[in-house]
């Protein structure tokens, strides 16, 4: 599997996991980003250190990965409550 697809697993368990605690799509979201801005600060101390650079580029994809999960049942939960 892919680095990237992890990326998207986890966004996706982290929105399994808050809907089993019965919480709402914001607060995957916000979990979700969260742990994916974790997991790039990790990543670019290992970009500087074994690089030389930061990645940056590859950071921001993966958090966008990380979130896109947990921002699309958000934005259609926001959608049909439009629609109500």
């Known amino acids: 599997m892919d680095r990237d697809h992890y990326h998207v697993v986890i966004g996706a368990m982290i929105l399994l996991a808050t809907h089993l605690m019965k919480r709402p ?7 979700a980003f969260l742990a994916g801005v974790a997991m790039e600060v990790l990543d670019a101390r290992d970009d500087v ?12 994809s993966d958090i966008l990965l990380t979130i896109a999960a947990p921002l699309l049942v ?9 629609r109500l």
Request: net charge positive.
């Open 49 to 60: 250190y074994g690089l030389g650079v930061w990645r940056w580029r590859e950071s921001v």
């Open 25 to 31: 799509p914001v607060v995957a979201f916000a979990a």
């Open 74 to 82: 958000l934005a259609v939960t926001w959608m049909r409550r439009q």
